[in-house]
């Protein structure tokens, strides 16, 4: 599975979004970026996931570029709820096993 | 409706015992994830189970780690004549397990916190 750069740590205004980017540059067709968050003493909790489009649902938003080298984990309107540590993962679909590899991830820090 | 479940949520124990740590997955998950994290570490996959197999046990540290899973449901971890570098949250996550594409997101218990003294 491909590695991912995230930068260690970001800030964020509480309302205001937060975007968390991911560099996945040695990813390949059949990959899939998956975006998980841990709060502090709880498990890691699934966000979102794509491969070449981009996807929004309840919780964030995900852009791809368009050679899929990078993405972006965006929070629309970050509230002090998201402060938790934010993992970017890439996994082949041929990965029958599904097991995550975690990165360091970004820890967002959503002030007031 | 229930999510994983883990016990104990705290464990405490001297070196040398062993230790065992349960897992419920959620009901109709055929794939099981044991995971752990140390102190200030990243997460670090175990071991995975398809129903009661476990295909892939490339990160148990060593054979004092050992895994089952029954009736393709609950899983125990069992440590062996625990050592002070063992202490960790210990995670376990279930899916679907569909074997091909996304949409395979793990949903992932709130772990057990293992020190061994």
């Known amino acids: 599975d491909a590695k991912t750069t995230q930068p260690p740590s970001m800030d964020c205004a509480e309302g205001r979004a937060a975007n968390l980017p991911c560099n996945h540059s040695?990813?390949?067709?059949?990959?899939?970026v998956y975006w998980y968050r841990q709060i502090h003493s709880q498990g890691p909790q699934y966000i979102i996931h794509?491969?070449?489009n981009n996807e929004t649902n309840e919780m964030a938003s995900l852009i791809i570029t368009e050679d899929r080298k990078s993405s972006t984990l965006i929070l629309p309107h970050a509230t002090l709820r998201d402060t938790a540590v934010y993992y970017c993962?890439?996994?082949?679909?041929?990965?029958?096993?599904?097991?995550?590899?975690f990165g360091q991830g970004t820890e967002l820090s959503v002030k007031p | 409706g229930a999510g994983v479940s883990q016990s104990p949520s705290n464990k405490v124990t001297e070196k040398g015992k062993d230790v065992e740590l349960r897992c419920d997955p959620i009901?109709?998950?055929?794939?099981l994830y044991w995971y752990r994290q140390s102190l200030g570490q990243g997460l670090e996959f175990l071991i995975y189970?398809?129903?009661?197999?476990?295909?892939?046990k490339s990160g148990l540290p060593s054979d004092r780690f050992s895994a089952e899973r029954t009736g393709g449901s609950v899983s125990t971890l069992t440590i062996q004549r625990t050592q002070q570098e063992d202490s960790a949250v210990y995670l376990c996550?279930?899916?679907?397990?569909?074997?091909?594409?996304?949409?395979?997101?793990?949903?992932f218990g709130p772990g057990t916190r293992l020190t061994v003294l």
């Open positions: 996550a279930s899916s679907l397990g569909r074997l091909r594409g996304g949409g395979n997101e793990q949903f």
């Open positions: 040695t990813i390949s067709g059949n990959e899939y």
């Open positions: 794509g491969l070449k």
């Open positions: 993962i890439v996994r082949a679909t041929y990965n029958q096993g599904g097991k995550l590899i």
């Open positions: 009901s109709g998950h055929t794939a």
């Open positions: 189970f398809q129903g009661n197999s476990a295909p892939d």
